[in-house]
């Protein structure tokens, strides 16, 4: 069993930055891939991007690429969510998830921290 808690979201000007975390319970955080998704108003749940175990592998949506950076510290059992150049379209509840396999569902969600971007 894997309990996640995100915190870091909050309001921020476009172009500004934010810096999420998700704290993860159990003894096998290291083992799993950690996934973040959001979720905007009115739209469906979406990718954000993934890191395997190692930190070796990461992959992005397009529409974060280059503006986001996944990353994780299996010592503190945290992922984090590193955002910057942040647009209005970013705006949404962000979760992160995690998975045991790379072929397996995300199995573990967070609550969800909410980003709102200003224009």
């Known amino acids: 069993q894997v309990q996640l808690v995100e915190s870091g979201g909050g309001l921020v000007q476009a172009g500004g930055s934010l810096r999420l975390s998700c704290a993860a319970s159990?003894?096998?955080?290291?083992?799993?891939?950690m996934g973040w998704f959001r979720q905007a108003p009115g739209k469906e749940r979406e990718f954000v991007a993934h890191?395997?175990?190692?930190?070796?592998?990461?992959y992005y949506a397009d529409s974060v690429k280059g503006r986001f950076t996944i990353s994780r510290d299996n010592a503190k059992n945290t992922c984090y969510l590193e955002m910057n150049s942040l647009k209005p379209e970013d705006t949404a509840v962000y979760y992160c998830?995690?998975?045991?396999?790379?072929?397996?569902?995300?199995?573990?969600w967070g609550q969800g921290t909410q980003v709102t971007v200003s224009s």
């Open positions: 890191i395997n175990w190692s930190s070796l592998v990461t």
């Open positions: 998830a995690a998975r045991a396999t790379q072929l397996s569902r995300y199995d573990y």
């Open positions: 159990g003894r096998t955080f290291s083992s799993y891939i």
